[in-house]
């Protein structure tokens, strides 16, 4: 389907449409399991939840945010993006806080996003650093969240933020430098 038609089924759904959400969801569920495949790939093996299951908690949490004025599939994906990263640093801090002591799931970032070969990172120290960053650069935390987590090219990614290719890989480069600085330091700080 073409993507204006998804634009246009988003919304109708956002306009109370629930026929148009129901037509949504097949045309987006692979690219949402796409996400979640990209999201649980991170992971340490043996997590217990999957990417179906994730993909299912984002669809429950998405038809909560009926406010969103959708703007086109790469602004839904996005979201998604961002929904599916929730709800893996809530499983996260909850395992963390069941088990005593337990450690944190652990996230593997990819290979373009780690330029200092140390190979894991914690994803609650992840959503830490991308917080700190959005208080003082919103729009460079939001450049890791779509590419990294979301998937989104740079093309996607500029027109989500309205904002050029340019800027995109200025900010991805600079993002991906601060954060990288951050969990060194972060890790360093709790050894």
């Not at 650093?129 to 890791?144: G, M, N, W």
Request: proline share 3%; glycine share 6%.
């Amino acid at each position: 389907m073409r993507p204006q038609n998804i634009t246009a089924l988003l919304q109708a759904w956002r306009q109370g449409d629930q026929t148009a959400f129901d037509t949504l969801v097949p045309l987006v569920h692979d690219e949402l399991r796409q996400v979640a495949r990209r999201h649980m790939s991170h992971e340490a093996p043996g997590h217990t939840l999957q990417p179906t299951a994730l993909v299912n908690e984002a669809y429950l949490r998405l038809i909560e945010a009926r406010g969103v004025n959708w703007r086109n599939r790469a602004h839904f994906l996005a979201i998604a993006a961002r929904v599916m990263r929730q709800i893996l640093v809530d499983f996260a801090r909850s395992r963390r806080y069941q088990k005593r002591g337990g450690g944190a799931v652990r996230v593997t970032l990819v290979e373009d996003l780690i330029v200092s070969g140390e190979p894991c990172r914690d994803v609650i120290a992840l959503d830490d650093c991308l917080e700190a960053l959005a208080k003082f650069d919103q729009r460079k935390s939001r450049v890791i969240e779509m590419r990294f987590f979301g998937g989104l090219s740079v093309k996607e990614t500029a027109a989500v933020l309205g904002v050029s290719c340019d800027t995109v890989m200025r900010d991805w480069k600079l993002a991906r430098a601060w954060l990288l600085q951050e969990l060194r330091r972060e890790t360093t700080g709790r050894e």
